[in-house]
């Protein structure tokens, strides 16, 4: 992630856009990228058979699918790389499609990362959003709104209840153990 001290704001001149999401989500985002911008080109991630809606004819796709294992990785790597993009697009909807893919793409690529959400809203991935960022992390783990603190408390009684069931079983158990081997001597 490049840039993330400077507080510029990208340019959407050649984007690559990670179609992490549903496909109404990506189709959304290339819409409010080729509002922004005039004369963008946007290429795509994804794990999606076909293209969204809305991309041009210059534009490229990259499915992970053809990308699979280290040397795959690699090479799809190279040609990130080779593209000359500006910034990066990862849509971040409340959907487990390609986590592993978007971040690592968002790791290795030297440009701008910018994220979508579900609503097409968006923000760069820099200091100076940082608040933005912290509300979007809160709200995703669940720690934001009316049921911080039922979730909070969840969190924190998790290890008390799982060392108490598990005591109880193992009492259980043992009890159980004991029984059986008394009822052996007794009976012979």
């Not at 990259?62 to 280290?70: E, P, T």
């Not at 690699?74 to 971040?103: D, N």
């Not at 159980?176 to 009822?183: A, E, G, H, Q, T």
């Amino acid at each position: 992630m490049r840039r993330f001290l400077q507080r510029a704001q990208p340019s959407f001149g050649r984007v690559l856009l990670v179609e992490s999401g549903s496909r109404h989500v990506a189709e959304g985002a290339i819409q409010m990228i080729s509002r922004c911008t005039t004369g963008a080109v946007i290429d795509v991630v994804t794990c999606y058979p076909g293209s969204p809606a809305g991309l041009g004819d210059d534009s490229a796709i990259f499915r992970v699918a053809d990308y699979q294992g280290g040397l795959g990785r690699r090479r799809l790597l190279a040609h990130l790389r080779s593209g000359g993009y500006t910034a990066s697009a990862i849509v971040c909807s409340a959907e487990p499609i390609m986590t592993k893919w978007k971040w690592w793409i968002a790791a290795n690529l030297p440009v701008k990362v910018v994220v979508i959400n579900e609503n097409c809203d968006w923000f760069p991935i820099d200091r100076s959003h940082w608040r933005v960022i912290l509300r979007f992390l809160l709200f995703r783990a669940g720690l934001s709104g009316g049921d911080t603190v039922g979730s909070l408390g969840r969190f924190i009684a998790f290890p008390f209840v799982l060392l108490y069931l598990l005591v109880f079983a193992a009492w259980v158990h043992a009890r159980r153990l004991v029984r059986i081997w008394f009822s052996r001597e007794a009976h012979g």
